[in-house]
């Protein structure tokens, strides 16, 4: 059974970079096809795709959020991780990572969502 867990700080100063974290357990993100990712939902709105890294570790993200946005993976440590500069109250959102399947191209697994808040 694959899960999926975010870690990350709660709230995050304007002008800083966040770093979040997802860490898998019950498969090897090189191992499993899957395009690790990560989606967010601001308040009040709907779901929006961030970007992913790839099994193979190609990345590829959203045009809207190119320019402040990484997500790498640690295969010691079997995570992928998510850093998104230049934080504005706009980013203040759940945050959410995902496996997207190279198969079926659905959404199998999903981490539980960690709240971002952006804040002075």
């Known amino acids: 059974q694959v899960q999926l867990q975010e870690s990350g700080p709660g709230l995050v100063k304007p002008s800083q970079t966040l770093s979040l974290t997802c860490t898998v357990s019950g498969g090897s993100i090189t191992a499993l096809r899957y395009y690790w990712s990560w989606v967010r939902q601001p308040p009040g709105k709907g779901l929006e795709w961030i970007g992913y890294?790839?099994?193979?570790?190609?990345?590829y993200y959203s045009p809207s959020l190119k320019s402040r946005t990484s997500i790498s993976r640690n295969t010691s440590n079997n995570h992928f991780s998510l850093q998104l500069s230049s934080m504005t109250p706009e980013d203040t959102a759940v945050y959410y990572c995902a496996g997207l399947s190279g198969s079926s191209w659905s959404y199998d697994y999903w981490g539980q969502g960690t709240q971002v808040t952006v804040s002075s």
């Open positions: 890294i790839s099994y193979l570790a190609n990345t």
